[in-house]
T-cell receptor, first 112, second 112 residues
Framework: DSGVTQTPKHLITATGQRVTLRCSPR?????VYWYQQSLDQGLQFLIQ???????AKGNILERFSAQQFPDLHSELNLSSLELGDSALYFC???????????FGSGTQLSVL | DAKTTQPNSMESNEEEPVHLPCNHS???????IHWYRQLPSQGPEYVIH???SNVNNRMASLAIAEDRKSSTLILHRATLRDAAVYYC?????????????FGTGTLLAVQP
């Protein structure tokens, strides 16, 4: 158990819908990261937050947004969902922006 | 971002040492070499990282070439639990961001 909690574990929805994925980092970790893993794209870095502020951005679509709240948990919002958004979404946390990452077990999103 | 090259797959026998190579000929002076692994149906987990000198921890050893253009992750005695995808990643350390970019990695199969 990495100490990073992601909910829900599975999510099934339809095209055009909007969903929110939630991540609770390890106790004491200030930095949160979101990754998307699909069969054809591998693990893709989406975005990083540190203590509530956005620190780095990767290949995150405009339809996706994220934030980190004062209690340090983070949410990833995916809107206008398409079939191609079906993937495993991982959250990771670290104590500092440059420290090793601890990953959660992921949220499996299926868009039908 | 500097790139790494790893073999797509490798095979090992249980209780034998495994040497997983990684080439990174465009590595910069501030890039650390990170290794993560992803077991089936789990999020990635940190294995080891280093800059110039060889590194050891309870999971593995990291041997870094003198010119830093290649490195090798060494599992001293492979177990069935070590079957996973191993990722070699370059990233600066000590900076304000930690945008670990995962490649395709090496799929390690361990035979009993």
């Amino acid at each position: 158990d990495s100490g990073v909690t992601q909910t829900p574990k599975h999510l099934i929805t339809a095209t055009g819908q909007r969903v929110t994925l939630r991540c609770s980092p390890r106790s004491g970790d200030l930095s949160v990261y979101w990754y998307q893993q699909s069969l054809d794209q591998g693990l893709q870095f989406l975005i990083q937050y540190y203590n509530g502020e956005e620190r780095a951005k990767g290949n995150i679509l405009e339809r996706f947004s994220a934030q980190q709240f004062p209690d340090l948990h983070s949410e990833l919002n995916l809107s206008s969902l398409e079939l191609g958004d079906s993937a495993l979404y991982f959250c990771a946390s670290s104590v500092a922006p440059n420290a090793k990452l601890f990953f959660g077990s992921g949220t499996q999103l299926s868009v039908l | 971002d500097a790139k790494t090259t790893q073999p797509n797959s490798m095979e090992s026998n249980e209780e034998e040492p495994v040497h997983l190579p990684c080439n990174h000929s465009t590595i910069s002076g501030t890039d650390y070499i990170h290794w993560y692994r992803q077991l089936p149906s789990q999020g990635p987990e940190y294995v080891i990282h280093g800059l110039t000198s060889n590194v050891n921890n309870r999971m593995a050893s990291l041997a870094i070439a003198e010119d830093r253009k290649s490195s090798t992750l060494i599992l001293h005695r492979a177990t069935l639990r070590d079957a996973a995808v191993y990722y070699c990643i370059l990233e600066g350390y000590g900076g304000a961001t930690n945008k670990l970019i995962f490649g395709t990695g090496t799929l390690l199969a361990v035979q009993p």
